[in-house]
C-alpha cells in the first residue's frame, strides 16, 4: 500500500519536472533527483505511470480540458494537472486497481501538494471521467 502511494509520489513529482522545467524523460527516470530510498517496485510504477502519461500527455490534457468546466485549463495549477493526468492514465489503463483506490490516491496527493481547496476539483473531475469512461467501458464487455 505504502509502495503503491510512493510510486505516484514518484510520478507526480516527475511529471511536475517535465512540466515546469522540460526535464528529459531519461533524467526523470533515473530518479536520481529523489533523494530517499525507492525499492524497484515503487520505481517500476513510477516509470510505468510517467512513460504511459508522457505517450498520452495530449489526449489526457483534452479529457482534463473537458471535464473542467468550470475552470479554464490555464488557470489550473501544474501540481493539480500532473496530480489529474497520473490519476486519470490509471484510471483508464490500470484496470487491476479499482477506480475508488486510484481516485483517493489522487486526493490524498491532492492533499499533500496542493491544498484541501483543490480536493473537491480534482474528485469531481475524477468522478466524472469514472462514470463515464470506467464504468462504460465494463458495461461495454
Avoid at 498520452?56 to 488557470?75: G, H, L, P, V
Avoid at 483508464?92 to 475508488?100: E, F, L, T
Wanted: proline share 2%.
Amino acid at each position: 500500500m505504502a509502495s503503491r502511494h510512493k510510486g505516484r509520489i514518484l510520478a507526480l513529482l516527475g511529471l511536475y519536472q517535465r512540466e515546469i522545467a522540460s526535464t528529459p524523460t531519461e533524467e526523470i527516470l533515473s530518479y536520481k533527483w529523489y533523494e530517499k530510498p525507492i525499492t524497484e517496485n515503487e520505481k517500476e510504477l513510477g516509470t510505468f505511470i510517467i512513460n504511459g502519461v508522457l505517450k498520452n500527455w495530449e489526449t489526457i490534457d483534452r479529457i482534463i480540458k473537458t471535464y473542467s468546466r468550470n475552470r479554464a485549463f490555464d488557470q489550473i495549477s501544474v501540481i493539480n494537472k500532473c496530480i489529474l493526468r497520473l490519476s486519470i492514465y490509471s484510471l483508464i489503463n490500470m484496470k487491476d486497481i479499482p477506480a475508488r483506490i486510484t481516485i483517493n490516491e489522487a486526493l490524498e496527493l491532492t492533499r499533500e501538494y496542493e491544498s484541501e481547496e483543490s480536493v473537491g476539483f480534482v474528485n469531481g473531475i475524477l468522478d466524472s471521467i469514472f462514470k463515464d469512461y470506467v464504468l462504460n467501458s465494463v458495461e461495454e464487455e
